[in-house]
């Protein structure tokens, strides 16, 4: 069955450093990969998506993320974090019946000053 | 800037009340996805559409809950009667989808958070 972890509930990280949020997927054929973040009260935003070519890919407001088949990892990364990226951030996998998304749990990003 | 639509934003009822929930697509998208957001379930597909014709809805309880799309302009969640269980925040997506490109991008609205009391 398809599936995505997101083994990190909730991650800290001061303002400025780097920032890594993991993803592992669980899924047979070559996957559409999607990280999407949520601020409080709001829908959710595409930061990025992997369809083929290129492993790194770069999203919107300096994210970015690296496919690794052999690890069924699409982690995603930003160098340096600012204060409004607090949010929670998805992964998502492609099913494949038709295009619908299947979600990880979610992480919640906290940002210190 | 084309988004897509929810209203209402918010809505407080009582259990037992009927509930319906609308998502205006973005102009041109021929998919529609339903989406409910728990604590603890996360992000759960209920329902979907392609071209207004429903594909799945196998994620939603088929005894109180129905999707239409009276046209491609608007998409309509039902909940009848409500439950104090369906309180969550129900996201609608479109997408466009392609016969020949099975790449499909959704983009989400803002959703409608539910209260049943």
């Known amino acids: 069955a398809q599936s995505v972890t997101q083994p990190d509930i909730h991650i800290t990280v001061s303002e400025g450093a780097s920032l890594e949020l993991r993803c592992n997927y669980s899924?047979?054929?070559?996957?559409?990969l999607f990280w999407y973040v949520q601020s409080p009260g709001q829908g959710l935003q595409l930061l990025l998506k992997?369809?083929?070519?290129?492993?790194l890919v770069q999203g919107i407001k300096g994210f970015e993320a690296e496919f690794k088949r052999s690890q069924s990892s699409f982690n995603l990364r930003k160098p340096s974090v600012h204060w409004s990226d607090a949010a929670e951030y998805f992964c998502?996998?492609?099913?494949?019946?038709?295009?619908?998304?299947?979600f990880g749990q979610g992480t919640e990003l906290s940002v210190k000053p | 800037d084309a988004r897509v639509t929810q209203t209402p934003r918010d809505k407080v009822t009582e259990m037992g009340q009927e509930v319906t929930m609308r998502c205006q697509p973005i102009?041109?998208?021929?998919?529609v996805f339903w989406y409910r957001q728990t604590m603890m379930q996360g992000l759960e597909l209920l329902a979907y559409?392609?071209?207004?014709?429903?594909?799945?809805d196998s994620g939603m309880p088929k005894d109180r809950f129905s999707a239409e799309m009276p046209d491609a302009t608007l998409a309509t969640l039902k909940i009848q009667p409500s439950e104090p269980r369906d309180s969550a925040v129900y996201f609608c997506?479109?997408?466009?989808?392609?016969?020949?490109?099975?790449?499909?991008?959704?983009?989400f609205g803002a959703g409608t958070r539910l209260s049943v009391l």
């Open positions: 899924y047979g054929a070559t996957p559409y």
């Open positions: 997506a479109s997408g466009l989808r392609r016969i020949y490109l099975a790449k499909n991008i959704q983009y």
């Open positions: 998502a996998v492609e099913g494949n019946q038709g295009g619908k998304l299947i």
């Open positions: 102009l041109g998208h021929n998919t």
């Open positions: 992997y369809f083929s070519g290129d492993t």
């Open positions: 559409f392609r071209n207004r014709a429903p594909l799945d």
